[in-house]
């Protein structure tokens, strides 16, 4: 099976511009999370899509916001970019059907270079 | 309140060291979850390993070795006689029967110097 894909891998953007990052998730996977990863503070969670329904969220403002397709790949945005917004952007997914037992196998990332 | 401890932020051994690698976790529920995950320069996690809270034995693959220990809310990660490809930020990970959500500890980053 292919893996979680993520695309693009590098973008540069400059302050107040907004951004998309999208994720397809392994074939019958239908859970999808974000992550933010920053030197300073490590792996956040963002939020978890399943079934296109946002399950669980972190505690991040109203800039950044998901989402996810019938064909259970998730895009996640960006708006008004902060310098603080530069990071690697992780997307892992997992069927879900399991609950919390579940593994979520991670993409590469994006990484994100706010100027 | 769920947590996850990863205590040592740095380690550098030399090539062929045996290495291991602390988690402490903090969980009210009974049914949980354990996870390690290994992060290369390049950036991905790759997943290693799972373990449930009502399997105790030890697990070991290859020169990877687990120590799950419910009894001082452990689960620690020994790599035998380390290689430069080990170099990596190791994450330990939790999520229980209650709440969905995995959380990470804040990784330790090893160093395997040739």
């Known amino acids: 099976k292919a893996g979680v894909t993520q695309t693009p891998r590098y973008l540069i953007k400059t302050r107040g511009q907004q951004v998309t990052l999208s994720c397809s998730p392994i074939?019958?996977?239908?859970?999808v999370s974000w992550y933010q990863q920053t030197p300073g503070q490590g792996l956040q969670f963002l939020f978890e899509y399943f079934s296109e329904t946002q399950r669980n969220k972190g505690n991040f403002p109203g800039r950044f916001s998901g989402r996810q397709f019938s064909n259970s790949r998730s895009e996640m945005n960006v708006s008004t970019l902060e310098l603080g917004d530069s990071a690697l952007y992780l997307c892992?997914?997992?069927?879900?059907?399991?609950?919390?037992?579940?593994?979520?196998?991670f993409g590469p990332g994006t990484r994100l270079t706010v100027l | 309140a769920q947590k996850v401890t990863q205590a040592q932020t740095e380690i550098s051994v030399v090539e062929k060291e045996d290495v291991t690698l602390d988690c402490v976790y903090e969980t009210r529920d009974t049914t949980y979850y354990l996870f390690w995950y290994k992060q290369p320069p390049s950036g991905e996690l790759v997943f290693l390993i799972r373990?449930?809270?009502?399997?105790?034995q030890n697990e070991i693959s290859g020169r990877y070795s687990w120590n799950f220990q419910k009894s001082t809310s452990s689960f620690n990660f020994t790599i035998t006689a380390s290689q430069v490809v080990d170099s990596a930020v190791y994450f330990c990970a939790l999520s229980s029967g209650r709440d969905d959500k995995i959380i990470f500890g804040k990784g330790t980053r090893l160093h395997i110097l040739p």
């Open positions: 892992a997914s997992r069927s879900g059907l399991a609950g919390a037992g579940d593994t979520q196998y």
């Open positions: 074939s019958g996977h239908r859970s």
């Open positions: 373990r449930n809270s009502f399997d105790e």
